[in-house]
């Protein structure tokens, strides 16, 4: 191979440095800029989420009582606020926002490996947002076929949205998908050819970790979603029969036949399962590296942990189906798809372990990050072990499709991650903005947020064993559901109401510190890793000054014994550690 | 933790060498950005056209009518003789593997610096390619108006046979038509000597994208033409 190995490729980077306003904040190939861009976009697109789940949750919490709320409306805004939750919120901030602030800083490189793709990337992310958006504007209204968008029901006139919606919204997910492609490539990229000197893989830190094996997970897995988007828009604009089959509808057959709408649900979980991981990896690693850094001990079993996230990324793909166990299978397909998703509990187990295990006899800052940090421990083993019920084939059968599901997914899924967004922003806000934030204020948002979101979800669990039906706009008289469920949900829907109005508390502290928040020291947390060791705060274009970083170490030195201070930086070589032992004697 | 494990001498080959690359600091392959970005996307694009291949399996599994036979629908007869089984297909993929036996010889000429050689090679790639695209329109135009085949529905069996059809092989297609794009824009470069500094790597990029097409094609033949 005729490869002349670079000489140093902090030659090979061009750095387009801004000009103008419009060249800084608007078409920026800062990785910065762009992360920012991706999360505030995100972040947008998550408020639209949260008002349409308490708009439903209104018409379940007070039947009746909202009259703008009809039976179209409140499928609508279900299937809007999963898939945006799901897709637009929580893969795009993690992936978009976070990827791109965090591997440049932590790999120690200037830049992502191709910026102009990376600034494609984030507009091509707008525009499947702005697709998406639309959808609420044209006749019909967006989809209400559910997130899952299964055919042949949100298709078939009578589903809201059958006309327009869906093919808005299915045309927004592909354009998504070459959105997060160009992302993806760059993260990947970044990761595996440009880390400074000195910084092997296995001295990465796991938030690094974590996004490069959930990007890999969304470059193997999107292609089924998209496959199965273009079938689908096929079936729908040409009339083709890939998921449709023979159908009857008010006396009259449809023109299609001999399709497989179990074909679309394979494609779709077949995506859709690895979509879990793409949210839980980065979770995980965010969370990895702030309990380490408030609890000033490195992180237990590091390599454990790299080796269960991709251990995790690999299982993922073989576990799709456990999602289908009431669409009918093979005896024997079930049993396999069983036991790899109790397989997949065993590395999750053990990094919940290790997180434990990492605050064991820590020096343990109670900072608002660290509240998060502790906080998702709680939410994610209760959302886990849910988990495990819901993996066995006999007890799936009972609860699948009941507020149990709901309350697992939006446990182990929904609070969990967030959790984990809001512990790493208020962790890494002194950085991106030089300032720091309201700490009594955080620690609030802390406390409404945690035992609001269990107040909300603790019940469903209870709904689900009395078998109340996911997604029913209203349960009517049933004779197995008691009157009581009604005060529940009336109880749940209070609860969400508070929770997402406390959501506030993040927001007034976020954009007053902005202004009003103390200078923040580069290094408040005293963290070790390669972002907190940049000579600007925030970091500016280019990230590095003069010379790239030199990594002498991995990313969680901290509390080491002769050291002077309980950290030592990746950047400090070993003979220039300052030694707490200086003064007294010789080591 | 010790001090960095850096890469003296040349790279070792087999498992050692993979380990050495992997704990490697700074890079994981020993490539340019642009090649190891491209290797990626194309598993990625594998993911794709496998997706599309078991959704034609399975849709052929369960569809309720026959399925067509390839062999009579894709024949075509020469001055009034019998219809031939596959001709133009098989011309189509003799051309398309041509092609890439001219994109090979593109990238060796492209790293002996031998810059006219190469861009001539690559011009000829992209005309193959073109005549590709070009003998995929006859077809398409021949199976559109003379037989009446349609996305949702065909005179000759399974209506899912047109649908997976215009389909997949719309889809690799257009995977030919950027390539020839993408050709063009690289001979054109190669050209005017804005790679003389840089290196000639782009012209491997290029020709992995390329031979990822031939092989895709090839699966595509084997599935949906012969099975």
């Known amino acids: 191979m005729a490869y002349v190995p670079l000489a140093d490729q902090d030659h090979e980077m061009e750095m387009h440095h801004p000009h103008s306003f419009v060249e800084k904040y608007v078409w920026s190939q800062d990785h910065k800029v762009i992360a920012i861009q991706y999360g505030g976009l995100a972040v947008f697109t998550g408020i639209v989420g949260l008002v349409l789940s308490l708009l439903f949750r209104m018409q379940l919490g007070f039947p009746e009582t909202a009259t703008f709320i009809d039976p179209s409306f409140y499928y609508q805004a279900v299937t809007m606020h999963g898939m945006i939750m799901v897709v637009y919120l929580l893969t795009a901030l993690f992936l978009g926002g976070f990827g791109n602030y965090m591997i440049p800083l932590m790999c120690g490189a200037r830049d992502m490996v191709f910026p102009f793709l990376n600034m494609l990337s984030v507009w091509v992310f707008l525009l499947s947002v702005i697709i998406l958006m639309a959808s609420f504007f044209v006749s019909g209204g967006p989809t209400g076929g559910g997130w899952t968008l299964y055919p042949p029901q949100t298709n078939l006139a009578g589903t809201p949205g059958h006309d327009m919606g869906i093919v808005l919204m299915l045309i927004s997910l592909a354009v998504f998908i070459v959105a997060a492609t160009m992302g993806g490539l760059n993260y990947v990229v970044t990761v595996l050819q440009y880390r400074c000197r000195g910084l092997t893989m296995m001295r990465l830190p796991l938030t690094v970790w974590g996004i490069f094996v959930a990007t890999l997970l969304a470059l193997f897995a999107f292609p089924a979603l998209l496959v199965s988007a273009i079938m689908m828009l096929f079936d729908i604009l040409l009339g083709t029969s890939f998921f449709m089959p023979a159908i009857i509808e008010t006396g009259t057959p449809l023109d299609h036949n001999g399709g497989s709408p179990i074909l679309f649900q394979h494609l779709f979980w077949f995506f859709g399962h690895p979509e879990v991981y793409i949210v839980a990896l980065p979770a995980f690693g965010l969370v990895s590296d702030v309990l380490s850094v408030h609890a000033r001990k490195n992180i237990f079993g590091y390599r454990m942990m790299v080796w269960a996230i991709i251990a995790i990324g690999g299982l993922s793909f073989i576990v799709w189906a456990h999602h289908m166990y009431v669409s009918g299978m093979h005896p024997y397909f079930g049993f396999f798809f069983a036991t790899t998703t109790l397989i997949i509990a065993v590395p999750t187990a053990l990094k919940v372990y290790n997180w434990i295990l990492t605050l064991w006899e820590g020096d343990i800052r109670l900072n608002a990050p660290m509240y998060f940090a502790i906080g998702f421990i709680f939410t994610f083993i209760h959302g886990g072990i849910t988990g495990l019920f819901l993996g066995n084939v006999v007890i799936d059968l009972p609860l699948s499709d009941s507020y149990f599901v709901v309350a697992h997914f939006h446990m182990v899924m929904g609070v969990s991650p967030v959790l984990v967004v809001f512990a790493a922003l208020y962790h890494w806000y002194p950085k991106i903005t030089g300032r720091m934030f309201h700490e009594g204020m955080a620690k609030l948002h802390f406390w409404c947020t945690f035992l609001g979101t269990y107040a909300i979800y603790l019940p469903m669990h209870y709904l689900g064993f009395l078998g109340v039906p996911r997604r029913y706009y209203a349960l009517g008289t049933t004779d197995f559901i008691p009157a009581s469920a009604q005060d529940l949900n009336t109880t749940i829907t209070v609860a969400a109401l508070f929770v997402g109005a406390t959501q506030l508390l993040f927001f007034i502290n976020v954009i007053w510190s902005l202004r009003y928040g103390p200078k923040a020291d580069p290094n408040p947390w005293g963290a070790a890793s390669l972002e907190w060791q940049t000579p600007d705060t925030p970091p500016i274009h280019g990230n590095w000054g003069d010379t790239l970083p030199t990594v002498y170490r991995w990313a969680y030195d901290y509390s080491v014994p002769g050291a002077k201070e309980d950290f030592i930086p990746q950047n400090v070589p070993e003979n220039e550690v300052p030694s707490s032992a200086e003064s007294s004697e010789n080591t | ?227």
Request: hydrophobic share 50%; charged share 15%; glycine share 10%.
């Open chain 2, 1 to 227: 933790m010790s001090e960095a494990i850096t890469s003296g001498g040349g790279p070792e080959e087999g498992v050692t060498g993979l380990v050495d690359d992997w704990a490697a600091d700074r890079q994981a392959y020993h490539v340019p950005w642009g090649k190891a970005m491209m290797w990626i996307f194309l598993v990625s694009d594998t993911f794709i056209f496998s997706c599309f291949l078991v959704g034609y399996l399975n849709v052929r599994l369960t569809t309720t009518e026959p399925w067509p036979s390839q062999s009579d629908i894709f024949a075509l007869s020469f001055g009034g003789g019998e219809p031939i089984p596959l001709i133009l297909i098989a011309i189509m993929t003799f051309i398309l593997i041509t092609s890439s036996g001219t994109m090979a010889l593109a990238v060796n000429m492209g790293y002996r610096k031998e810059k006219m050689k190469a861009f001539w090679l690559i011009c000829a790639t992209a005309a193959f390619g073109a005549s590709f695209v070009g003998m995929q329109v006859f077809e398409w135009s021949k199976l559109i108006l003379e037989e009446g085949v349609r996305p949702w529905g065909n005179p000759f069996g399974a209506p899912q046979f047109g649908s997976i059809f215009f389909m997949v092989t719309g889809f690799h297609g257009l995977h030919v038509s950027a390539g020839v794009i993408y050709l063009l824009w690289v001979a054109f470069r190669v050209k005017r000597g804005y790679y003389d500094d840089k290196g000639f790597e782009i012209i491997e990029i290029a020709g992995l994208y390329w031979h990822f097409v031939d092989l895709v094609w090839v699966f595509i033949f084997a599935f949906f033409y012969l099975l």
